[in-house]
């Protein structure tokens, strides 16, 4: 070729460089061999190509950051599904799609009427394993009882309250948010298993309390303490749910969930269970159901499940609500603490309306749709399944779904009552295509003319923070950032005009064991919120919060007395441990199997008050337990295998899902069925070679 | 199109699962990295609009045959209307701190679009301060491994232009890129 060839300025030898051999003929390819043989410039031209290339690729590859993540494991779930479905599908809400989800919404409003809600008061399932409940009041620090059988540093805690060491107060933040800020947020977990106080040098008790501590300790690896040793167990009740919404993620995307961010109670407390509410004038927050049967794994062994269902809210007190819930589906909402938190937290908030309020469901993502049409809350179950049907993907308009929800809202407009679009988004608000002034105007009319707009931001809502307050200014609606299910609860009871909800407050748990009838017990779950005898009674020692309408439960592994053989209890710490001067709970006369005692705070109050109530074991096989029981036992399991706790390590998830299956119930909302078929993806999952 | 593995997908939904799959495994991360970058480096929005691509990839009769540039063509059709959209939203105020930022961003770093290049810093900003079409046919190609014939076809030109453009971007860079080590 021609030595005065400029090959810097030839395009081919950046294709050659670059090994583009589909646009390179043979001759070009031959030339430019030649010439690198023949001159010298001509190398050095491709040597520095390639050098700037190589840096170009390594510059990029290193700015790349978190981008190198992909998709989340929802939105993979997601395509799988729609590549199933295939072309046939069309697009998400779609008219026709949108159409099938309001068809079985009618459907399922025609079957179950008004059945629904007379379900709530038609009384609960009486197996012949209920233990008998006996409640009795407690008052502690007035009452000549309320010392008895506690932890002996407790006892007088009324006059020795002071003495007691508190953690030290974290600035001036509100309790709520020092609460939070000492425990994991959604999904992330904090270290440190107990959160109690430090032991003062000077406790008389101090041997006594090491001991527990101790003994607490040992169980994490001999998981049942002994009665001899210590008949309590104390801890906090929890209503968090997250550790399930992320594990399920993870199982659904075909990958193993973290064993470390399994958090059984939070599995437990995911589902609902149909425990009695309190009687009306019993004056007391909520009501605790103590239920039993043997486990499935060790028939030897009694599985105790503790309920507690708060009364739910004032409902006469209230306008009637005309809600419409515009949800962001964009694939954004996928994270555990957005979108399956919006679906969590509106499906609670329906139990706590009244069967005339309505609620519809719109969502905008790519498309604007309607989920659900404007419903009476009596067909719940209708609202319910929608709920559960909202899968986040695509990328967001907004401005149409607005238009939208108003529409809905207008419809159904209720005179006098509260008339509310209720935006929950993470901030990605994509108006389209008329501007920001047109939707600000309409909001306005809209507000002038009695249709409020809320805006709810989940997630790490930063984005557009200042824009969403705006626009729910404009709508006479407040604007309020949801970072977890509590503040969820809060803010959407607000939002019907309830005045939470909050029924309790500092809610803890002492559970005492009868030492005649148990030999050994384990609490499943709630690591991270045991806490110290001691703490029971301090009133300055924070706990969980109890919401109108919601439940808790925990699940205890019981060794009855004769049944020790073959049960690991760490012996060494029994000797340390023993207590002669412990005085019996009244429960404990005769049969007694349990006394369960709770403090709490009324909202408002800064003292905790208290009741104690007593179970006894009805003696029922596994088969003969409670529904209720019996999934919440099924739910624990799995989330032990999932954990590799040694506890269950002889059960089958087959034997898991077998349990779920038989115990599903009513299963409103299909949360139950869920998860049998979470259980059965996990299966699928383990089988080697076949996985999908 | 000529003979493909996937072509069977259509009628079999495990077959077409298993295609998608393969798909999105294989260049998930290339994408969402693609398409953040066209969105100003948002991951979260990059991410929607790849989920959004993988689900028209779904709703095609025939999967057979579509793959990398099929996918990085729809995500950036998805991103350019993502974006065309938004600016439609910005009002004439925030427009005009926009520019303002432009402006005083493009005096304060003449420098960078054409001084000495000696980190990878300074060939990232360098990078930045090209034109968008070479911006975006570097990326493709360094970042994302697309062939000249798979550029062509996302950003619809022909093969050869890319090569045009990659020799014009890439001379630009070498002109001025200080060696390795080397003083700056």
């Known amino acids: 070729m021609s030595e005065q060839h400029?090959?810097?300025?030839?395009?081919?030898?950046?294709?050659?460089?670059?090994?583009?051999?589909?646009?390179?003929?043979?001759?070009?390819?031959?030339?430019?061999?030649?010439?690198?043989?023949?001159?010298?410039?001509?190398?050095?031209?491709?040597?520095?190509?390639?050098?700037?290339?190589?840096?170009?690729?390594?510059?990029?590859?290193?700015?790349?950051g978190p981008t190198t993540e992909g998709l989340t494991g929802a939105a993979r779930a997601e395509i799988a599904l729609a590549a199933r479905r295939g072309a046939s599908s069309g697009r998400r809400w779609s008219p026709a799609f949108v159409g099938s989800v309001t068809a079985a919404a009618a459907a399922l409003l025609a079957a179950v009427g008004l059945g629904v809600f007379d379900r709530e008061h038609a009384g609960v399932e009486q197996g012949p394993a209920d233990a008998e409940v006996a409640a009795v009041d407690l008052e502690a620090g007035t009452s000549e009882r309320a010392p008895e059988g506690f932890n002996a540093s407790t006892v007088g805690s009324a006059g020795r309250k002071g003495t007691i060491a508190t953690p030290p107060a974290a600035?001036?933040?509100?309790?709520?948010?020092?609460?939070?800020?000492?425990?994991?947020?959604?999904?992330?977990?904090l270290p440190g298993r107990h959160r109690a106080p430090a032991l003062e040098e000077n406790d008389s008790d101090g041997l006594r309390q090491q001991g527990m501590k101790l003994a607490v300790e040992a169980g994490e690896e001999a998981p049942f303490t002994s009665v001899d040793v210590d008949p309590f167990s104390t801890f906090s009740i929890d209503v968090d749910t997250a550790s399930y919404s992320s594990a399920r993620a993870a199982i659904l995307e075909g990958r193993a969930p973290d064993s470390k961010a399994i958090r059984v109670e939070e599995f437990i407390n995911y589902f609902r269970y149909d425990d009695p509410a309190p009687r009306a004038g019993d004056g007391r927050p909520f009501a605790v159901t103590v239920q039993t049967g043997a486990a499935p794994w060790e028939p030897r062994h009694r599985l105790v499940r503790i309920g507690m269902k708060a009364r739910g809210m004032d409902l006469a007190q209230r306008r009637r609500a005309?809600?419409?819930?515009l949800v962001d589906v964009s694939g954004s909402m996928q994270q555990p603490d957005k979108l399956p938190l919006v679906k969590r937290a509106?499906?609670?908030?329906?139990?706590?309306?009244?069967?005339?309020?309505?609620?519809?469901?719109?969502?905008?993502?790519?498309?604007?749709?309607?989920?659900?049409?404007?419903?009476?809350?009596?067909?719940?179950?209708?609202?319910?399944?929608?709920?559960?049907?909202?899968?986040?993907?695509?990328?967001?308009?907004?401005?149409?779904?607005?238009?939208l929800a108003y529409a809905v809202a207008r419809e159904h407009f209720v005179e006098g009552g509260v008339n509310r679009v209720i935006l929950c988004t993470d901030g990605d608000f994509n108006v389209g295509v008329t501007g920001p002034g047109a939707l600000e105007e309409l909001i306005a009319e809209e507000a002038a003319?009695?249709?409020?707009?809320?805006?709810?931001?989940?997630?790490?809502?930063?984005?557009?923070?200042?824009?969403?307050?705006?626009?729910?200014?404009?709508?006479?609606?407040n604007y309020a950032l949801i970072d977890s299910e509590l503040e969820a609860r809060k803010v959407l009871a607000e939002q019907v005009g309830g005045t939470l909800l909050t029924v309790a407050s500092d809610v803890k748990i002492q559970v005492a064991w009868n030492p005649a009838q148990v030999a050994a017990f384990r609490l499943v779950g709630y690591e991270n919120r045991?806490?110290?005898?001691?703490?029971?009674?301090?009133?300055?020692?924070?706990?969980?919060?109890?919401?109108?309408?919601?439940?808790?439960?925990?699940?205890?592994?019981?060794?009855?007395?004769?049944?020790?053989?073959?049960?690991?209890?760490?012996?060494?710490?029994?000797?340390?441990?023993?207590?002669?001067?412990?005085?019996?709970?009244?429960?404990?006369a005769g049969d007694g199997?349990?006394?369960?005692?709770?403090?709490?705070?009324?909202?408002?109050?800064?003292?905790?008050?208290?009741?104690?109530?007593?179970?006894?074991?009805?003696?029922?096989?596994?088969?003969?337990?409670?529904?209720?029981?019996?999934?919440?036992?099924?739910?624990?399991?799995?989330?032990?295998?999932?954990?590799?706790?040694?506890?269950?390590?002889?059960?089958?998830?087959?034997?898991?899902?077998?349990?779920?299956?038989?115990?599903?119930?009513?299963?409103?909302?299909?949360?139950?069925?869920?998860?049998?078929?979470?259980?059965?993806?996990?299966?699928?999952?383990?089988?080697?070679?076949?996985?999908? | 199109m000529p003979f493909s593995p996937f072509r069977s997908a259509a009628a079999d939904p495990d077959a077409r699962v298993r295609a998608v799959e393969a798909l999105l495994s294989e260049h998930e991360r290339a994408l969402v990295r693609y398409a953040a970058r066209l969105l100003g480096g948002d991951v979260e929005r990059g991410r929607d609009a790849v989920q959004e691509a993988f689900l028209r990839l779904c709703r095609q009769e025939d999967i057979g045959g579509l793959g990398r540039e099929w996918l990085f063509t729809v995500t950036r059709r998805i991103c350019i209307d993502v974006q065309r959209k938004e600016s439609r939203m910005t009002t004439i105020e925030d427009t005009d701190a926009v520019d303002a930022l432009g402006d005083a961003a493009s005096a304060a770093s003449a420098d960078e679009a054409s001084g000495s290049?000696?980190?990878?810093?300074?060939?990232?900003?360098?990078?930045?301060?090209?034109?968008?079409?070479?911006?975006?046919?570097?990326?493709?190609?360094?970042?994302?491994?697309?062939?000249?014939?798979?550029?062509?076809?996302?950003?619809?030109?022909?093969?050869?232009?890319?090569?045009?453009i990659l020799h014009t971007a890439i001379q630009g860079l070498r002109s001025r890129l200080v060696p390795e080590g080397g003083a700056r």
């Open chain 1, 6 to 64: 400029e090959w810097k300025d030839d395009p081919r030898l950046m294709a050659f460089a670059l090994e583009e051999w589909a646009e390179l003929s043979e001759t070009d390819v031959e030339e430019i061999e030649a010439a690198l043989e023949s001159d010298p410039a001509c190398r050095q031209v491709l040597e520095e190509m390639i050098e700037v290339n190589g840096r170009v690729a390594r510059a990029l590859a290193s700015a790349s």
């Open chain 1, 171 to 189: 600035g001036a933040a509100s309790p709520a948010a020092e609460f939070f800020a000492t425990r994991r947020s959604l999904g992330r977990g």
């Open chain 1, 322 to 325: 005309n809600l419409v819930f």
């Open chain 1, 346 to 403: 509106l499906g609670i908030l329906t139990e706590s309306l009244h069967p005339e309020d309505r609620v519809a469901v719109a969502v905008y993502a790519s498309a604007e749709g309607l989920a659900l049409d404007s419903t009476p809350l009596a067909a719940r179950e209708a609202i319910l399944q929608s709920l559960e049907r909202l899968e986040s993907g695509g990328s967001t308009n907004g401005g149409a779904g607005l238009r």
């Open chain 1, 449 to 477: 003319t009695g249709v409020e707009l809320s805006v709810l931001g989940f997630g790490d809502s930063s984005r557009g923070d200042e824009r969403m307050e705006a626009l729910s200014n404009r709508g006479d609606g």
């Open chain 1, 530 to 588: 045991r806490l110290e005898h001691r703490d029971f009674l301090d009133d300055e020692k924070d706990a969980g919060e109890i919401g109108a309408g919601h439940g808790v439960t925990a699940l205890f592994e019981v060794v009855p007395r004769g049944a020790e053989a073959g049960v690991d209890l760490p012996r060494e710490i029994e000797a340390l441990e023993r207590a002669p001067d412990r005085e019996l709970p009244e429960a404990y």
């Open chain 1, 593 to 692: 199997l349990v006394e369960v005692r709770l403090r709490y705070k009324e909202p408002g109050s800064t003292s905790s008050t208290g009741f104690a109530v007593a179970g006894r074991d009805g003696g029922a096989t596994f088969d003969g337990a409670p529904v209720d029981l019996r999934f919440a036992a099924a739910v624990a399991t799995f989330a032990q295998i999932l954990r590799g706790a040694p506890e269950v390590s002889g059960v089958s998830a087959d034997a898991v899902r077998e349990w779920a299956l038989l115990a599903k119930g009513d299963d409103p909302g299909g949360l139950r069925e869920g998860f049998v078929q979470l259980v059965e993806r996990w299966i699928d999952a383990q089988q080697p070679g076949e996985k999908r």
């Open chain 2, 117 to 164: 290049i000696g980190s990878d810093d300074e060939l990232l900003k360098a990078l930045h301060h090209l034109p968008d079409r070479q911006q975006e046919a570097i990326r493709l190609k360094f970042e994302s491994g697309l062939s000249y014939a798979e550029i062509a076809g996302v950003m619809g030109t022909s093969a050869g232009n890319v090569g045009w």
